[in-house]
C-alpha cells in the first residue's frame, strides 16, 4: 500500500478526500510514501501530476490531471526510473508488487512542500520550452530531478541527490 499526501488542489481535481487514519507500510517496503502536486505544462487544459517520494525526493511525473487517471502511468514509469538507475530488479518486483493500492492522505511534512515548490518552477519551465504537449520529455525531467542536489540536514553544506540518498541511507547495491 503506498500512501499518498495530496495539496488540496489535486485533492479538490481528483475529487478525493483525504483519509483521517493512514495505514502502515508492509514490513521492509521502502516506496510507500510519496507528496503529489498538479504541475502546470504551459498548455491550456493539460496538467501533469508530480509524484515525490518522502524522505529521498525522487520523482515521477505523469501527464494527467488526477490520482485515479495517473494511477498506472505512475507504477509504470516509477519501475522505468527505477529501471534506468540500475536498481536491481528483485528490489523494483518487490517494490511494484507492495504498492497494490494507496490511500489518499493530506500533506504534513513542510520540507518536502518546499522541495516540491523549488522542482515545480525547473519543470514547469520545460514544459512552457516544449513545442507541444505531446513533446515534454517526461524521462529528461525525472532524470534531471534524481542528479539534482538537495540540502538535508542542518549544516549549509549537507547536499546530495535522490540517487545519493539510495547509495549512501539505504545502501542499495545499484549495479
Known amino acids: 500500500m503506498i500512501i499518498i499526501h495530496s ?8 475529487r478525493q478526500e483525504a483519509s483521517l487514519y493512514i495505514t502502515q507500510p508492509n514490513a521492509g517496503q ?8 498538479l504541475l502546470a505544462s504551459g498548455f491550456p487544459g493539460k496538467m ?8 529521498s525526493l525522487m520523482t515521477v511525473i505523469c501527464k494527467g490531471k ?4 495517473t494511477w498506472e502511468p505512475f507504477l509504470k514509469r516509477l519501475g522505468h526510473l527505477l529501471s534506468r538507475f540500475k536498481f ?6 518487490k517494490e511494484l508488487a507492495l504498492a497494490e493500492g494507496y490511500t489518499v492522505s493530506k500533506t ?3 520540507s518536502i512542500l518546499s522541495h516540491m515548490n523549488q522542482m515545480v518552477f525547473e519543470m514547469e519551465y520545460a514544459g512552457r520550452m516544449a513545442d507541444d504537449y505531446n513533446s515534454i520529455s517526461l524521462e529528461a525531467l525525472e532524470d534531471r530531478m534524481m542528479g539534482r542536489p538537495y540540502q538535508f540536514g542542518k549544516r549549509l553544506h549537507d547536499y546530495r541527490t535522490p540517487l545519493q540518498y539510495w547509495q549512501e541511507e539505504i545502501q542499495l547495491k545499484i549495479k
Open 7 to 14: 495539496v488540496q488542489k489535486l485533492l479538490n481535481t481528483s
Open 30 to 37: 521502502y516506496l510507500h510514501s510519496w507528496y503529489a502536486r
Open 48 to 55: 501533469m501530476v508530480m509524484y515525490v517520494h518522502e524522505p
Open 66 to 69: 488526477t490520482i485515479q487517471g
Open 88 to 93: 536491481s530488479d528483485t528490489f523494483i518486483q
Open 108 to 110: 504534513n511534512n513542510r
